[in-house]
């Protein structure tokens, strides 16, 4: 384990040589980290580790014993170097039974193994999930490995907006090239959904997904922006590895909420023995005070008004870790001339942020909002499906990938146009009854055309723009 890049880099800020007698231990939120006493994995230390004892012959044989069948779902985006150590196994024909289930048109990350090549290869045809419209679609796509539709009468349909008729600037450089300006695309994206409801569309979250490249793209529109910023590793945020936002979305929220809706009992079952309980009259108004400011500061304040109210009141009580973190940035003096150490300058930063983000975070994590990215709706299903293909991400490039299905693949561009393909087809495949695409990055002719192939002209529609205001 301390032979990982990482782990030599934590040892070396921590001035240790090794990890010592200190127990490792893994545990929900997980992140790397070495105390006086224990080393604490992340989640990627875990496959690192597993693969390293298969090599060891001892653990292989406790891994067949304990384990005489091993299914794995989703092979194709298993970790490459798991996959590799694993080979040996199934190949040779020795236990455990390993079985492999997944697409290799689904491999959506990096550093995966992708397609494995095997004699006993069982293909499953059958589309129980899509309307026949849609498993069309999804076979010209995909003509080499044509689906069955399961119910031939399930109703569905497709459409596809554009947006070349705006005239005004796009994005310039880097990976925004070519798409609207955000508030632009706020605005499209809002005409689109109110022309879908409209026409019958429930906007519900157990209804239907819109689907983003990114949860930068999301934070824009869904109000939590800030946040997204200031977590530049997404998983500290929407994860929860940060211990204040896992203390805020885990105690705050769930207490705020319960007590909203006078479920005192609940409310206490959440706290648990970490707050007194109500014993008397003065008790009770004393928590009503307490926690309606609690109530009041969510919505209107800052995050860091809404600690220093816990801070007081102890209700409910702060963690120990966010409490020395909260210590350490009120007895830090900054140097001149030096910079500050990174984890003062985001814990000062976060408590200048409205604490309303926290709860529109919150919503998103706990699904309680339409808006996934296309790499989180992997594995789901909804009954309406809209994507918004925009910019955003050095890795994608949607008008090239349909530009490339009709033109062929630029030397060098395999790994691009493989890697979008893939999550363009798994965002559509999604849908179970009503697919609507939406472009918001400017689309060559050829790009049209490859669209125009796969679902006709009918089905496309172009926004216009008058005085830079979207109308269908």
């Known amino acids: 384990m301390q032979n990982i890049s990482q782990w030599q880099k934590l040892l070396e800020e921590k001035e240790l040589e090794d990890f010592g007698t200190r127990k490792i231990i893994y545990r929900d939120p997980a992140f790397r980290d070495i105390k006086e006493t224990i080393i604490t994995l992340d989640h990627n230390d875990v496959l690192a580790l597993t693969t390293e004892l298969l090599k060891e012959e001892k653990f292989k044989l406790l891994l067949e014993n304990k384990y005489p069948i091993i299914l794995i779902d989703e092979y194709q985006d298993t970790n490459k170097n798991l996959i590799e150590s694993l080979k040996p196994i199934f190949l040779n024909d020795r236990k455990p039974l390993i079985g492999f289930f997944g697409d290799p048109w689904q491999m959506i990350y990096t550093n995966v193994c992708g397609k494995i090549e095997h004699q006993n290869t069982i293909l499953l045809l059958s589309n129980f999930r899509s309307a026949p419209i849609i498993i069309n679609f999804l076979n010209k796509i995909r003509p080499n490995l044509p689906q069955e539709e399961d119910d031939p009468n399930l109703e569905g349909f497709i459409d596809v907006y554009i947006t070349n008729d705006w005239s005004g600037e796009r994005l310039k450089g880097g990976h925004w090239k070519g798409d609207l300006p955000p508030d632009v695309s706020n605005g499209v994206l809002d005409i689109v959904i109110n022309n879908l409801v409209e026409n019958g569309w429930d906007f519900n979250n157990d209804k239907t997904k819109i689907l983003m490249l990114t949860h930068n793209n999301i934070a824009v529109k869904y109000g939590y922006s800030n946040l997204a910023d200031l977590f530049k590793q997404k998983s500290r945020l929407i994860k929860k590895e940060d211990p204040y936002i896992k203390f805020f979305i885990d105690t705050l929220e769930p207490v705020c909420k319960v007590y909203k809706e006078k479920f005192y009992g ?14 008397n009259h003065k008790d009770k108004l004393s928590w009503k005070t307490d926690m309606d400011k609690n109530l009041q500061l969510r919505e209107e304040g800052l995050i860091g008004e809404v600690l220093d109210h816990l801070k007081i009141t102890k209700r409910p009580h702060l963690p120990d870790i966010v409490k020395v973190r909260e210590e350490e940035l009120k007895k830090f003096e900054t140097i001149e001339g030096e910079d500050d150490p990174k984890h003062i300058t985001l814990t000062r930063k976060l408590r200048e942020i409205s604490y309303k983000e926290v709860i529109k975070v919150a919503e998103f994590i706990e699904e309680h909002t339409v808006f996934q990215t296309k790499h989180g709706v992997k594995g789901s299903e909804s009954e309406n499906i809209l994507i918004v293909f925009g910019r955003g991400w050095h890795l994608y490039n949607w008008n090239n990938y349909l530009d490339w299905e009709k033109n062929g693949i630029p030397n060098n561009k395999e790994n691009m146009y493989e890697r979008t393909r893939n ?24 790009a049209l055309e490859t669209l125009n192939d796969w679902v006709g002209a009918k089905s496309i529609h172009s926004i216009q723009f008058e005085d830079d205001v979207p109308s269908i």
């Open 266 to 279: 609940e409310m206490f079952s959440i706290l648990g023995g970490r707050s007194l309980r109500i014993l």
């Open 423 to 446: 999550l363009f087809y798994v965002s559509c495949s999604r849908a179970k009854k009503r697919l609507v695409l939406l472009f918001t990055q400017e689309l060559s002719e050829d």
